[in-house]
């Protein structure tokens, strides 16, 4: 129905930078809020930022002034541009769309497959 693959994911040294991006397809009328969250080993997953469909942003405190989350309604693509980056920053960061789909005009939550960040000393 509806896909969100995610891509820009690796390996890094700490104090470096990595762009994520996660594009969505499918069955799409429109797009309300996209976001990012992670999870590392061990740990539950978490929000990271969120973005709605008019711009307005929210980012969890840690990544406050290190990260940017942006998106492209045109192309349904959310990105997240992170700077700074810590060893507490390593983990799988999963993409999501709250999406209403074009054949009921439902709204539902639906998430990528998860991307690997690794952040090194």
């Known amino acids: 129905q509806v896909q969100l693959v995610e891509s820009g994911g690796g390996l890094v040294q700490a104090g470096g930078s990595l762009r994520l991006s996660c594009a969505a397809s499918?069955?799409?009328?429109?797009?309300?809020?996209m976001g990012w969250y992670r999870q590392a080993p061990g740990k539950q997953r978490e929000l990271v930022a969120v973005?709605?469909?008019?711009?307005?942003?929210n980012y969890v405190d840690f990544v406050k002034g290190r990260f940017t989350i942006s998106r492209d309604n045109a192309k349904n693509t959310v990105s997240l541009q992170m700077n700074s980056l810590k060893n507490d920053d390593t983990a799988v960061y999963y993409c999501?769309?709250?999406?209403?789909?074009?054949?009921?005009?439902?709204?539902?939550?639906?998430w990528g497959q998860g991307t690997q960040v690794t952040v090194s000393s």
């Open positions: 999501y769309a709250d999406v209403r789909i074009t054949t009921t005009r439902q709204s539902y939550d639906y």
């Open positions: 499918g069955i799409i009328f429109s797009i309300n809020d």
């Open positions: 973005i709605t469909s008019g711009g307005r942003t």
